[in-house]
Every structure is written in structure tokens, then in C-alpha cells.
């Protein structure tokens, strides 16, 4: 009998316009609930966290508009917060990853 893994928290393509996709990601173990963002041309673009610690939030998403997508998730992957393993940082560089997989299927 065969092990059948879902991802549990798969990226959601929200929206597609004539060059940026938009996605929306559920993170997990953190205060943020959701996650949007888009990508056109490999560059991030409006991202928004719902909930969480909004100064700092807004404030990542002010400092990755429109900076490259897999670099940004690079810097951002492994960002721990108060020793969960995870951050709101660390889950949004799984979204982008995830995205870019998508896109890249």
C-alpha cells in the first residue's frame, strides 16, 4: 500500500491577468492568516498579510515590491519566530516557492 502525501498548504491561483498571477497561501503556526501576492515576470508585486504583527508586515511587503521573487524567498526561508520553527517570513518564502513550482509546471 502506497503513501499518498497533499501538500498542506497548497498556493491558490486567485487570479491571472494578461502578465501577473495573483496567489493567495494559508500559512501555518504563525499570527498571519493569509497571504497574497503576485508575480509578473519573475518580480513580486503587492503583497498583503492578513492578521499578524501588521507594522512588520507591511513593512516586508513595502521592502520586496518588485525585487525577484526566488531571491526574496531565498533571504526569507528559515526566519524563526519565538522558536516555532516557522515565521510569517519563513511561510510567505514557502508560498513564493511553491508559486514558482507552480509556474514552472
Same mark, same amino acid.
Given at each position: 500500500?502506497?503513501?499518498?502525501?497533499?501538500?498542506?498548504?497548497?498556493?491558490?491561483?486567485?487570479?491571472?491577468?494578461?502578465?501577473?498571477?495573483?496567489?493567495?497561501?494559508?500559512?501555518?503556526?504563525?499570527?498571519?492568516?493569509?497571504?497574497?501576492?503576485? @508575480?509578473?515576470? %519573475?518580480?513580486?508585486?503587492?503583497? #498583503?498579510? /492578513? *492578521?499578524?504583527? !501588521?507594522?512588520?508586515?507591511? +513593512? $516586508?511587503?513595502?521592502?520586496?515590491?518588485?525585487?525577484?521573487?526566488?531571491?526574496?524567498?531565498? @533571504?526569507?526561508? %528559515?526566519?524563526?519566530?519565538?522558536? #516555532?520553527? /516557522? *515565521?510569517?517570513? !519563513?511561510?510567505?518564502?514557502? +508560498? $513564493?516557492?511553491?508559486?514558482?513550482?507552480?509556474?514552472?509546471?
Amino acid at each position: 500500500m502506497g503513501l499518498f502525501l497533499q501538500p498542506l498548504n497548497p498556493v491558490t491561483k486567485k487570479r491571472e491577468t494578461k502578465f501577473m498571477k495573483t496567489y493567495t497561501y494559508t500559512p501555518r503556526f504563525v499570527c498571519s492568516q493569509e497571504i497574497s501576492f503576485g @508575480i509578473e515576470d %519573475g518580480k513580486l508585486h503587492n503583497v #498583503r498579510f /492578513t *492578521s499578524g504583527c !501588521d507594522g512588520n508586515l507591511k +513593512a $516586508i511587503g513595502k521592502l520586496v515590491e518588485g525585487q525577484d521573487a526566488a531571491h526574496v524567498a531565498q @533571504i526569507l526561508k %528559515g526566519n524563526d519566530c519565538h522558536g #516555532r520553527g /516557522t *515565521s510569517c517570513a !519563513d511561510q510567505f518564502a514557502r +508560498a $513564493i516557492e511553491a508559486a514558482l513550482e507552480e509556474d514552472c509546471a
